[in-house]
């Protein structure tokens, strides 16, 4: 079992800045994908960022160069940074794990509000 938990969502301004971070309940190192999903009212979930245990790192074309996934292997933790936002960007984000053996877990999401 993995718990995930996810924190720094928020109101923001178009053009701001926010930093998410998951934290999990084990060690990342022994996850095979940690990703970074949202989900917008009335829309499908969808994969904005994800990072490997070597770093390799793939982004959404709607997010890419605004955005950096990374992980902090010490801490255990996976932010996402977040740079300049559009409204469009407005959605609840989601922490996602995959494991080598396929299992999958969430965590519970975070709101993010791109809004002047």
């Known amino acids: 079992q993995v718990r995930l938990v996810e924190s720094g969502g928020g109101l923001v301004q178009p053009g701001g800045s926010l930093r998410l971070s998951c934290a999990a309940s084990?060690?990342?190192?022994?996850?095979?994908?940690m990703r970074w999903y949202r989900q917008a009212p009335g829309k499908e979930r969808e994969l904005v960022a994800s990072i490997t245990p070597g770093g390799i790192t793939d982004y959404a074309d709607s997010v890419k160069g605004r955005f950096t996934i990374s992980r902090d292997n010490a801490k255990n933790t996976v932010p996402l940074q977040m740079n300049s936002l559009k409204p469009e960007d407005t959605a609840v984000y989601f922490c996602?794990?995959?494991?080598?053996?396929?299992?999958?877990?969430w965590g519970q999401g975070t709101q993010v509000t791109v809004s002047s």
């Open positions: 996602n794990a995959v494991r080598f053996n396929h299992d999958t877990y």
């Open positions: 084990i060690n990342i190192l022994s996850i095979y994908s």
